[in-house]
Each structure stands twice: as C-alpha cells, then as structure tokens.
C-alpha cells in the first residue's frame, strides 16, 4: 500500500486546513489593523491640511496686537491660501513624478514639522510678531502635507477602477477643511478704537494636539513604508502640466477677486470676470491628459456655489451631519459616477443660492442649502477619477482657492466702506443681493459647456464619464 494512503486523514491534510481557527485570522486581524491606521492618517493629514490653508492663524496674544497687523494678515489671506493651494500642487508633482512612497510621505512630514514649529513658536511669540508671516509658513506647511499625503495616498489607487477606503478617507479630511473656516470667530470691524479681546477671539486653529497627533501618525507612516512604490511613469510634458493648468486658474481667480472687491458694483466687471474663471478653468482642463480636466472644472463650479451658499455663522452642532452627508455622497460617486449628473447639479445649487437671498435667508432654506452642498461636493469628487494623484490634487486645491463668487459676495456684504475710510464702522448685511447667486450660477453653467465640450473631445479616454 502507497505509503500516502497508509497515512492518517488528519496527517494528510493541508497544513493550513488543521490550522486553530484563532491562529488563522491573525494575518487578516492585521491588516485591517494595519488599513485602519492608513485610513485614519490619512484623514487626519488632510483634515490638518486643510485647517492651516483656511483658518488664519490666531494666538492669544493677538487679540492685544496692532490694527496694523491684524489688518494685515485679513488683506494677505487671499495671498496666502493661494500660495498654499499652489504649493499642494507642485508638492504632489514632484513627489509622484521624482520618487516612491517614501518621498511623498517625507514631504508630508516636512510640513507637519513646519507647522508644528510655527504652532510652538507662535504661542510664545511676543507682541508686535507679524501675523502675517506666521500664516504664509502655515499655508506653506499646509501645501505640502496636502500635496505629499495626496500623492502618497491616490497614487496607490491609481490602477483602480474607483477610489480605496484610504483615499476616500483623504478626500473626506481635505474637504472637510473648507468647512472649518465656516466656523472661526468672525472678525467685527467697530471702528478705530476696537477692543481685541471681544472683537477677535484667539483660535490658534488647528489646534496644537491635533498638529502633534498628525505629525506622529505622519511619521510613523513614513518609517514604515519607505519607497515601497516606485515613481509613476509619466511623459516628458506632464509633470510641469498641472502646474501650469493649478497656476493659471488660481492666478486668474486672484486676479478676478481682486477686481470685484473694488468694483463690485459693476456690470461690466463682473461679466469679465465670470468668462475669465471660465475661460482659464476650460483651458486648464483641456491641458491636462485625457479627461483628468474634468475635476478642475467641477472644482471652480463647486467653489463658486460654496461661497454663496455657505453662511459664516454655522452652528457646531451640524458639523457631524455635514460630514456625515459629505461620506454619502462620496460613496454615492464610487458607486453611480456620473460627472454630468455632478455638473447639473452644481448649477441647481447655485440657482438654490438666489432662492436663499429671495426668501430671506430663511434657516431652513440655509441649511438644506448647506447639506446639499455637503452632498454634492462628496458626489463630484467621487465620480471623478483621474488617472494621476497630482491631478486629483490638484482638483482639491482649487476649492480653498477664493473664489470671484466669494469676492463679489463680500463686496455685496460691505460696499466701498472699507475702501473709503478705514476708520469708519462698517455696517455688514449678508444674503441681501441676488448677485452673488446668479455669478455662481453663471460660472457653473459655462463650466459644465466647457465639460460637455471635453467630453466631446475625448471621448474614449473614460468610459465612466
């Protein structure tokens, strides 16, 4: 008899089948473990991110600084959330064209220890430091965890069909940070003779605990999956592509805000400035590879509804429904994408916007207004998925960027006050101008022909489109 059959059933079968149940599920218990540390790093990383990109930095001992320099950091944000936004694109360039994990995760790391260090400083700072500076190095720090989390963490889903948990995870954090500027103090201008402490209360957002919980799990990340994933391989000509495609819409977005917060008041300049943002947003699209550009469109139509339905007085109790409205439609993206559907609906939100100011900014109508936008942003970036990180960066910077929208809104709030006699109190009355509602709308629908137009134009390049 073969000495096989004279062998005892048990002895002859596999060893992973007479295994201990327990002994079995160690490898599977891990790695979930080991997915759910990447989830929350990266959420955590772009939620930070994003913080230091939209919250003007604040301590407590500026609510004893000089006018001069609190009126400064205010003209400077723009400046300097631009400048962040840029730094997260050429961040996420050349960490996914030079190098693996390792380099995008260092990068990451660079700028958690920069804003670490600008945190721990500005808290013993002395009076007379300049706010403004201490915001540009937070921007800073914010573009290149931005840029250097993204690419590490889309790079890796980059030959799936749709986005991983750990890249949805990232998406949530990062726009979840546009929504924590809704919920700073806002700055009171009364008048020459203010009285800081009541009229700009100390933040210091993100706060410090949160920086050093993202610098450790950063670290950690970085130390454990050093260069586990080579560069990707680009072309020649791409790598400075989306660079040019980031430059173009954020220095045409400047260049428009800065226009109507003087002339806010004029026909003529608003209508140059809406077909400008459209105009630089279609070109922009149509530089970069097949239908990547179709994320920068949705991106300039998103912030320009956002800047005139979102209020600046949101209530904290609903930041958990918003972001929990935010998870749905991301996962409704991955699971029905449609970047049509998207577009359609961003241009129903900005016309929901004029409704808002017709009925008064009524509660009610603001915060559907608020879970729709929470809804449709979720939808629209996870509908779309293209082919690089950096593109995907890219898509995200372009929403922090202020908007036209968000000038003309502002000028609408306060008029010439601020630009005739700095010293006298500005009255501010918001939601009173249908203006704001209809350049949204507006630069929504020229950026959903300028995406029909793409898709056109490429048509093979994504079936999911």
Known sequence: MPIATRMPIATRMPIATRMPIATRRVPVT???????????????????????????????????????????????????????????????????????????????LGGAVLLFINHLLGRHAVLGTS????????????????????????SRSRIESRYSWTALAWLLGAISGVMGDEFAPEIRATGVDQHFPQNWPALDNPPLWLITVALLLIGLRFLREPGAQPAEPYSIQLPIVPIIAGGLVIGVSLLCS??????????????????????????????????????????????????????????????????????????????????????????????????????????????????????????????VTPRYGST??????????????????????????LLTDSGKPCTLSDFTSFAPGWMATALATGCAVGLWWLLRRRPDSDPAG
């Open 392 to 417: 995907r960066v890219l898509g995200i910077a372009l929403i922090y960027v202020p908007s036209p929208v968000l000038a003309l809104r502002d000028f609408t709030r306060r008029g010439h006050c």
């Open 30 to 108: 891990v790695r979930w473990s080991r997915e759910s540390v990447e989830t929350l790093t990266a959420f955590v990383a772009a939620l930070i991110a994003g913080l230091s990109l939209m919250v003007p930095i604040d301590f407590a001992w500026t609510s004893r600084s000089s006018a001069l320099h609190l009126n400064l950091l205010v003209f400077s944000l723009p400046q300097a959330i631009a400048a962040g936004a840029l730094i997260a694109v050429v961040a996420a360039v050349l960490a996914t064209a030079l190098g693996g994990q390792s380099l995008r995760w260092g990068v990451a």
């Open 258 to 383: 800065g226009v109507l917060a003087r002339h806010g008041d004029s026909l003529p300049a608003i209508a140059a400035t809406t077909a400008a943002a459209i105009a630089a947003a279609v070109v922009a699209a149509l530089l970069l590879p097949g239908r990547d550009g179709t994320q920068v469109l949705l991106a300039v139509a998103l912030a320009g509804a956002g800047s005139a339905i979102l209020a600046t007085d949101i209530p904290a109790w609903s930041l958990p429904i918003l972001l929990v409205l935010l998870g749905i439609g991301l996962l409704a993206g991955t699971r029905w994408p449609g970047v049509r559907v998207a577009a359609v609906g961003i241009i129903g939100l900005a016309a929901y916007s004029v409704l808002m100011v017709a009925a008064g900014h009524a509660a009610v109508l603001t915060g559907l207004g608020h879970g729709l936008l929470a809804l449709l942003a979720g939808y629209g970036f996870g509908a």
């Open 131 to 154: 706010l403004a500076t201490l915001n540009f190095l937070d921007t800073i720090a914010g573009g290149l965890i931005l840029g250097g989390s993204g690419a590490a963490v889309l």
